[in-house]
């Protein structure tokens, strides 16, 4: 797999890391670990009557428990962490079954509070015989990325590769266009021009971030196509689209990444989702707008460096 492919399903998969909640990031969680270990990983049934078993592997004895909530406070995080670990042990010991790790799964990018810190600290101390372990996206990742091509595209899609966007053409770029010409938008305030430090002051993560350099190396392509379009407004209205949807998603306080991760979709990423070709024309075209319009900050002038 070239860094490209590798690129696009780290970004694919945090994506959906970051974007699922509740149960729907149970099942996401499930999908992959059925990928992984196939009939080794038990799925639990989605309801309240789970026995506090998001998931089970049957040959190393170890126990999945999720939690992805819309909105949590840390005592109920930790009080999560104490009840579900307690639950799962008594319908295990119940049914005559042993617990050799217990993995508490959850979403949040950020560090675990203390509370839950301290409550995992003391489930390990008082249940020396069971490895009490968190996973976050990079102990995900992990998973994911020992599994087949063949899987990854069942889990997330097809991904460009690097020898696709080096022969990307003038007539890949063209559907992608086209998809956004149909989306409507009010005009918004004219914008300041991009700064060349654009890229760093935005915080993207470094696959991200790689995205739009890789994608950059087309940008004449979208550049030479928009400028032979016969409705001379319509470059225009596209970089009006995805200024109100960055303003839109940056208003909802999601972070850059994420913000990122709904702009790619905006641009044809789930359209073209098993079309690589077409992906890598997703790329140029979002590095394009990165660049020549005015989604994400730019940095203030004091900052930019020459």
């Not at 509070?113 to 996206?137: C, G, M, S, Y």
């Not at 087309?218 to 009006?240: T, W």
């Not at 590095?287 to 020459?306: K, L, Q, V, W």
Request: net charge negative; proline share 6%.
């Amino acid at each position: 797999m070239d860094p490209l492919e590798l690129t696009h399903y780290r970004v694919a998969a945090e994506n959906g890391f970051l974007k699922f909640r509740r149960t729907a990031f149970q099942e996401w969680l499930g999908n992959i670990l059925t990928k992984r270990y196939c009939d080794d990983f038990m799925r639990i049934r989605l309801s309240k009557g789970d026995g506090g078993l998001d998931g089970y592997r049957l040959s190393t004895r170890t126990v999945y428990q999720v939690f992805a909530p819309r909105e949590y406070t840390a005592s109920a995080m930790a009080d999560k962490i104490r009840d579900d670990f307690a639950h799962a042990k008594s319908t295990l010991v119940d049914n005559d079954l042993e617990m050799s790790k217990w993995i508490f799964v959850h979403n949040d990018p950020d560090d675990l509070p203390h509370e839950a810190v301290t409550e995992l600290a003391k489930l390990q101390r008082d249940n020396p015989t069971v490895a009490i372990r968190r996973w976050d996206f990079t102990a995900i990742w992990k998973e994911i990325k020992q599994l087949s091509k063949d899987e990854l595209v069942e889990l997330f899609g097809a991904a460009p590769t690097l020898e696709l966007l080096e022969d990307l053409c003038y007539q890949d770029i063209i559907p992608v266009i086209e998809h956004l010409a149909t989306e409507k938008s009010p005009p918004l305030p004219p914008t300041d021009p991009p700064s060349p430090q654009k890229l760093e002051f935005n915080d993207l993560s470094k696959d991200r971030a790689d995205y739009i350099r890789r994608g950059r190396s087309k940008q004449g392509l979208v550049e030479s196509y928009l400028a032979e379009m016969p409705e001379e407004d319509k470059p225009e209205e596209i970089a009006e689209a995805f200024r109100k949807r960055y303003t839109t998603h940056r208003d909802a306080d999601l972070d850059a990444d994420q913000t990122f991760d709904e702009l790619w979709q905006f641009a044809g990423g789930r359209v073209f989702a098993a079309e690589p070709v077409k992906l890598a024309g997703v790329m140029a075209v979002l590095a394009f707008y990165f660049d020549s319009c005015d989604i994400f900050e730019n940095p203030p002038e004091s900052e930019e460096t020459i």
